[in-house]
């Protein structure tokens, strides 16, 4: 459906007049807008916190599902390929579908790959190198698989944030991680083990260089590595300091030298192959897995892209029409104000964008969930405070009625619609989609979008587009007067 708006629409009688004190009050506007966002702020603090709560259960919820077999494996790329074959018909020459396409196949080779991949990992100078040379050399694990040791580059050298992104990420690619560590574990160290462990990958501690240590000390580091990582710890020495030897002759002369002393690794060869041998192929389904479920989240967020450049004009043009229905009839009424500006054929347009087919009937169900929904979560009634605010810094009072219920209507209307988009891109990708409206995500979707959308700077750029769009032949003038000025 469109619908061309129709301008200007009641503009008789009504004059805006600007002048340069209004300029000066909008100060004080700004400090009260201020009070009014610290507000929300706590209103809208619970919701999020539910909100991150749910979204990380999710993913755990996926990823819980690891170990996994090959059919669910081969399901999940599947899927991947599905939301990619999405973006292919609804934007046939996207510049990333040649590369989504192409990891498809990768993904089914991946599934019989025989080599174990594994990440040798750790801060600086902790013995990776030495490890994986004392590996090659002495250890045959007999699994019939090949093994390839990948060092990874030192992490915790820079205290910035994220800077060891790019090294973790090339671990998190690996099989299996081999996490050195040359004591008991920093903050830093046991903060990084237990995000890799979220997410599901799998690790081995090894406590390396045990040999610089005396026996007692070496028993108590262990027993606290222990207490923060009930399983998966190994101690080694791959490269023990050499020890004096003396020797006592009979002739009661003593002889000295150094000796240095072999690797000490059996514990880590010992678990590390059973591990290996039992969940080889475990491991490489699950990394299978992982990489299935990274691609579709990448091709599902350049699908959301697409849908959403088709999405904002939609909410753009119903945010007009809205306005100006309610600047023309302005009702006091709070509750018509939130119903009306939720047409119900803005949720049918969008919800066809993102192949969410709604009837007429259902959409206006929703419309009436989400209207409800934003005067219980007060938004309609803090919004139309605070555009209140910002119009009568604008000079409006004359036309304050029709001006605050027509902007508050086209404000109301772009949450509406900005959290149904929001809404329908966490949404998995139908397939048969007709599957219920989940009002308490949708709730807490509409918290956060208000949140978003309620600085300030936003509103008052809104309310001037809602002024130039509601009384066009004054505002426009006066507005870009009153800038110029500024
Ligand atoms: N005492 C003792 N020293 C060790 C042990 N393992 C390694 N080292 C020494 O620790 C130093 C660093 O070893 P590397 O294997 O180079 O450590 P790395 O983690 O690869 O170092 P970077 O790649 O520079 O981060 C070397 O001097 C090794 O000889 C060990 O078990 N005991
Ligand atoms: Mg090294």
């Not at 503009?11 to 201020?34: E, K, P």
């Not at 993904?107 to 600086?124: M, N």
């Not at 059973?274 to 897995?289: F, H, K, R």
Request: one cysteine or more; charged letters at 20%.
């Amino acid at each position: 459906m469109v619908v061309k708006l129709q301008r200007p629409i009641l503009v008789g009688g009504l004059g805006l007049s600007f002048s340069l004190w209004i300029l000066q009050s909008w100060h004080d506007s700004i400090v009260q807008l201020g009070e009014y966002s610290v507000l929300s702020l706590l209103l809208v603090g619970g919701g999020l916190l539910l909100l991150k709560q749910n979204r990380s259960k999710q993913d755990s919820h996926i990823l819980d599902s690891l170990p996994v077999d090959r059919e669910t494996v081969e399901s999940a790329i599947a899927k991947t390929e599905t939301v990619i074959n999405h973006l292919a018909g609804e934007a046939e020459n996207h510049h990333a579908l040649a590369q989504l396409r192409e990891r498809i196949p990768q993904l089914y080779t991946e599934l019989d790959r025989q080599e174990i991949h594994l990440a040798v990992t750790g801060g600086k100078s902790v013995g990776k190198t030495t490890l994986i040379q004392v590996l090659t050399s002495n250890w045959r694990p007999g699994i019939g698989r090949k093994i390839c040791l990948q060092e990874i580059a030192p992490l915790f050298i820079e205290v910035s944030e994220n800077s060891d992104a790019p090294a973790l990420a090339q671990a998190k690619a690996t099989d299996f991680i081999l996490f050195l560590t040359n004591g008991d574990l920093t903050d830093t160290e046991f903060q990084t083990i237990q995000q890799l462990q979220a997410e599901k990958h799998r690790l081995m501690l090894v406590f390396n260089k045990q040999d610089q240590y005396l026996a007692d000390e070496r028993a108590s580091i262990l027993l606290a590595l222990k207490q923060r990582m009930q399983e998966n710890i190994v101690a080694i020495s791959t490269s023990p300091l050499p020890v004096k030897i003396r020797k006592h002759n009979d002739d009661g002369s003593v002889q000295e030298w150094m000796e240095q002393p072999a690797p000490d690794i059996e514990q880590l060869t010992q678990q590390l192959g059973e591990t290996l041998a039992q969940q080889g192929q475990q491991l490489v389904w699950a990394t299978t897995m992982r990489k299935a479920l990274l691609l579709k989240a990448e091709a599902k967020n350049y699908l959301n892209g697409v849908r959403c450049d088709r999405a904002n004009p939609v909410i753009e043009q119903y945010q007009w029409i809205a306005a100006a229905a309610a600047f023309a009839n302005p009702v006091p009424a709070l509750d018509i104000l939130a119903t009306a500006a939720i047409n119900a054929q803005m949720i049918v347009d969008l919800g066809n964008i993102y192949q969410q087919k709604f009837s007429l009937e259902q959409a206006k169900t929703v419309a009436g969930e989400m209207g409800s929904l934003m005067l219980k979560l007060g938004l309609v009634e803090l919004s139309s405070k605070v555009i209140g605010t910002v119009l009568k810094s604008h000079a409006v009072t004359y036309v304050a009625g029709g001006a605050v219920q027509g902007v508050s209507a086209a404000y109301l209307t772009r949450l509406a619609g900005l959290s149904l988009v929001e809404y329908f891109q966490q949404q998995e990708i139908a397939v048969n989609s007709a599957t219920g409206f989940n009002v308490e995500i949708l709730g807490q979707t509409l918290q956060k979008v208000f949140q978003q959308n309620q600085q300030v700077g936003f509103l008052q750029w809104f309310v001037k587009q809602g002024v130039k769009r509601l009384l066009p032949e004054v505002a426009e003038e006066k507005i870009f007067t009153a800038e110029t000025v500024a």
